[in-house]
């Protein structure tokens, strides 16, 4: 079946550095979208994409899908106490169901 | 997008029993989810809820153990049947609001406890 793999597990990083998320889907997705979850909430829907090789922003964050729309990534600069959370990405081929990345979990250190 | 709450917040059972749970959306809506959530660990769709049929089920759901209901386009109730521990998990319900296959929206979850 369709599997979705995210990279890395977990990240820690100092406030101000970059952070980045690889998610790699075994098949050819339709879309890919992305959700954080803060600590105790539940996953909010941040974008997604549709087009191969897209690139699209939202304030720091940098959304991208690969060419062969089996890839996406995303770029944080410049982090904030705010982006902690896990940040999923969910792929989606066809018709079928939204599957779901393991997560990465990303903590800041102020 | 869409507003949904979830019923319970969260409960503490005791093994052997069943807990509903509830899931209330402020707009009528095509798809609704139920998936589960262990903690620090990914979502897992546990079933499609349809309206005015039996729900859909993925592989390792069963309806005799996770039985669905879904009245009408704004609710749905998952019912955890003859629970155990390993049922300890967060349960969330989710919707699609516009065609084509588009975002989720989640409901707070429901955070169950089976001792």
């Known amino acids: 079946g369709q599997q979705v793999m995210q990279i890395p597990q977990y990240q820690h990083v100092q406030e101000g550095e970059d952070f980045t998320t690889y998610c790699n889907s075994s098949t050819t997705l339709s879309n890919i979208q992305w959700y954080k979850q803060r600590p105790g909430g539940h996953p909010v829907f941040l974008i997604q994409?549709?087009?191969?090789?897209e690139v699209k922003k939202q304030k720091r964050l940098t959304f991208q899908f690969g060419e062969a729309k089996k890839n996406s990534s995303l770029h944080i600069t410049a982090t904030q106490t705010t982006d902690v959370g896990t940040y999923f990405c969910?792929?989606?081929?066809?018709?079928?169901?939204?599957?779901f990345g393991q997560g990465t979990r990303l903590t800041i250190n102020p | 997008s869409a507003v949904i709450s979830q019923k319970p917040s969260r409960d503490i059972c005791q093994r052997g029993t069943s807990l509903t749970i509830q899931c209330q959306v402020d707009s009528q809506v095509t798809m609704m989810f139920w998936y589960r959530q262990q903690p620090g660990q990914s979502l897992t769709l546990i079933a499609t809820?349809?309206?005015?049929?039996?729900?859909?089920?993925e592989s390792g759901f069963v309806i005799d153990k996770f039985p669905i209901s879904r009245p009408n386009l704004t609710f749905s109730t998952l019912t955890v049947s003859n629970m155990s521990p390993e049922d300890s998990s967060i349960y969330l319900c989710s919707v699609e609001v516009a065609g084509g296959f588009s975002e989720q929206y989640f409901g707070p979850g429901t955070r169950l406890t089976v001792t």
């Open positions: 969910a792929g989606r081929r066809g018709a079928q169901k939204l599957v």
């Open positions: 994409l549709v087009k191969s090789g």
């Open positions: 809820a349809n309206q005015g049929s039996e729900a859909t089920y």
